[in-house]
């Protein structure tokens, strides 16, 4: 037998596709975006049909099935292999003992790859959903779901023609019977937790209250890594010493900071950099365009990639490091978190259990095991078929409340915006924190309070002049002889400063005491001057020192006398060298120590630009996709 079946599956695929409009194509190219990208980028309508029932893009798209999808497909293709044995059955398998010829040609016959279209009444009835009802209305939506997604395809005739591989991947998993409608958690009734007065209010403070937090850490933590950017181990993720001191600045747990490490290198907020003294990992320039963003636009990119990173960021698998900036490999983590959510999106108010312990209790028939049973439904390929499912879904638990997705056991508006999706999340953010403050209130015992967020301009004035003192629903600042000194450091004079904070007080001057304290400050603020001297040119023949300083051709240098035989340049060495050189001169390069030093030829290297995502793309590939098709 050979695979002419699974070569007239492809075609049949094909025609489906032809059969779509340009948004339709580009929807579904969006939707299996990740899948693909690690496949090259198709020139035919059959090649994006080869990439879509390939065995490795196959497998990742079923993990994304819920229960009903997954039934029905791995139903239509259990019946297909059976119509294919019964209308042709495949050679025997050779003997013990048979030559190469013999055993190569029963691997090419491609007998696995063997299918026959099924008829849909068949799929229905081998699922119990002949007769209609609820059963048979969610095994039709689910082949329709197939069909746009590609995972199966409609032949003239009606039938039903799935990919070959399918078999391979489904018939190890025990699906269980047909289930119409997702089961929901059983709700809680422990004492203090069913009774409790939980209403729609107290979700949207709960979210809000943790986004706040979640912003404010967030910024904290990315100030800290432009400042010092932080050294990662020779084997990839960082030291323990630099996620303590990471969490220290930021004002977070260490689990929750690894968190925020991994979702700032996902949204592309940071980047790892070799260096000559290894890799280190600090902002972008999409840092700086962050920002300028307001607030609650500043966690959409971190939460969209939250919903698809391929970790659990803060769950460490038992006798390993904790660590964080490691690229992840857990597939299923996405369908994961996407199941979960969709189980807490179906408890009502006040039926929740609380998070549930890390690490969780192994005993059947608590909060978390009910969630994990309703969540089976939704993705069953991502759940409970993987290893530690409860300990991996604890901690995405407490990695959802952080983020402000969940409370008290259910989605806050926030997680059901995300788990509709993850793209356009900025409005529903933009509701849930309040806007950036322009003025802080100053007061006489030398603080200011900002009570609320402040934009990104006051705050770097205040942290400029003053010491950051207190966070919380308020910011404090104090003012003392040193954060003044800092600020005067910056260039700014007592004038400027005193301008700047009395364009930005709430009550239009600023008290008297600060005004001394700056005043005071600046007058013993520059009695000593420290010039700036990028090199000195030595010589003991001062008459040549005397030739240099005067000379007309070296005025960009910048050269100043500083004793007889001492002149100091503005410019680099080597930038100093080339002048001097230029001018006539036959200079000679000294080290730190007075030994002459031998110059070697410098070597320059460039970072290659990272490859940018366009959101056009898939339209612009399904319009050329089609039009070939067209024109065939």
Known sequence: MTNLKAVEGLDTLTRSLARRTPQQLAALLTRHAEPLARRPAPTQLRGLASALWSYEVLHQLVIHLDHPRLQVLATTARISQERAADAAPGPAAPAPGADYQSLMAHRLSFAHLAGEPVPPEEVYAALGAAEPGPARAAAEAALHALYDDGLAAPTEDGTIVVPPRTPQLLAAHDLGPFAARAPRPAPETAPGIAGRATTAESLLDESRAAAATLAATLERLLASLARQPAALRKSGGLTIREIKRLAKEAGA??????????????????????????????????????????PGERLAPVLAAWSALWAVPTHTPFGETPTALVRG???????????????????????????????????????????LAAADWHRPLAVTEQPMAADRAAHTLHEAACLGLTAHGTLTPLGRALLADPRVLDEPLRDLLPPLLQQAHFQADLTAVVPGRPAPALDGLLGAAA???????????????ASVRRALDTGRTAETLLDALGAASAAGDLPQPLGYLIQDTARSHGRMRVLPAACCIRSDDEALVAELAAHRALRDLGLRAIAPTVLVSSRPPAATLEALRAAGYAPALESDTGATTVERLPTHRTKAPAPSRDPGAPLLLAQRLLGQAAGV
């Open 253 to 294: 747990a260490e689990p929750h900071t690894r968190l925020l490490l991994d979702l700032a290198l996902a949204a592309d907020l940071i980047a790892l950099t070799r260096t000559p003294a290894g890799i280190t990992a600090l902002p972008t320039g999409a840092y700086d365009d962050w920002l300028a963003r307001p």
């Open 467 to 481: 010491d950051r003192e207190s966070e919380g629903h308020a910011v404090t600042w104090r003012f003392t002889p």
């Open 329 to 371: 490999h857990d597939r299923h983590a996405p369908a994961l978190r996407h199941a979960l959510l969709a189980a807490l999106a179906t408890v009502p108010l006040g039926a929740g259990a609380p998070l549930p312990p890390l690490p969780p209790e192994a005993a059947e028939h608590t909060p978390l095991h009910n969630v």
